[in-house]
């Protein structure tokens, strides 16, 4: 079965600071999707990046990007020049590539930016 | 429609009570999952449907939870003879069907059983 382990229940930068989120993941597959998600307060999930595990090159939406060591099967999130509205829980998420399979989440990581 | 609704947004009920929440996905989405998220908790996954089929059950945490969907859109998430653990915000999401990768959320029920 595929796992999701987040390390860092909470977490915290200083504005304008980078901070990385952990994640690792256990599977046996070969072709898969990983995914960051952000929920604030809302509580409705945001989608803030994916990579795919067959593309070498980390993907990068912004001020957000990954490190994805495929070997290791860890995923970690970068958030640079962190910003107030990046308070959030984020979950680092894996789904298997074939068919319409759920995503599996981790537990999150608690984010809180100070000013 | 344009995201995804779920109602109500908060539910408080008595325990043993049957609740019923309701998920809109949005329009075209053929697959449609529900989530769990316990306080303090990632996600835990209950049930999908591909249309108007669910493949896998599995993740209904008992024979009280059952999920019905109709007309390849609405699904309803039954909790009958509720208990306090049960407590937790349910979550929604659908994506465009097979192989597309991108789950769309919504802003969840938050069930509480007193």
């Known amino acids: 079965a595929q796992t999701v382990t987040q390390s860092q229940p909470e977490m915290s930068v200083q504005e304008a600071e980078t901070v990385t989120l952990s994640c690792t993941y256990d599977?046996?597959?070969?072709?898969?999707?990983l995914f960051w998600y952000k929920q604030p307060p809302s509580r409705q999930m945001i989608l803030v990046i994916r990579?795919?595990?067959?593309?070498?090159q980390n993907a990068t939406e912004n001020r957000f990007s990954v490190n994805f060591q495929k070997a290791a099967k860890s995923f970690s999130l970068k958030i640079s020049d962190s910003q107030l509205g990046d308070a959030a829980m984020y979950f680092c998420?894996?789904?298997?590539?074939?068919?319409?399979?759920?995503?599996?989440f981790g537990k999150g990581t608690r984010l809180s930016v100070i000013a | 429609g344009a995201g995804v609704s779920q109602s109500p947004s908060n539910k408080v009920t008595e325990k043993g009570k049957d609740v019923e929440l309701r998920c809109d996905p949005i329009?075209?989405?053929?697959?449609l999952y529900w989530y769990r998220q316990s306080l303090g908790q990632g996600l835990e996954f209950l049930i999908y449907?591909?249309?108007?089929?669910?493949?896998?059950k599995s993740g209904l945490p008992s024979d009280r939870f059952s999920a019905e969907r109709t007309g390849g859109s609405v699904s309803t998430l039954t909790i009958q003879r509720t208990q306090q653990e049960d407590s937790a915000v349910y979550l929604c999401?659908?994506?465009?069907?097979?192989?597309?990768?991108?789950?769309?959320f919504g802003q969840g029920t938050r069930l509480t059983v007193v």
């Open positions: 999401a659908s994506s465009l069907g097979l192989m597309n990768t991108e789950a769309f």
């Open positions: 599977t046996s597959e070969s072709d898969y999707y």
């Open positions: 990579q795919e595990a067959y593309k070498q």
């Open positions: 998420a894996y789904r298997f590539l074939s068919g319409n399979t759920p995503l599996v």
């Open positions: 329009s075209g989405h053929t697959a």
């Open positions: 449907f591909q249309g108007n089929s669910a493949p896998d």
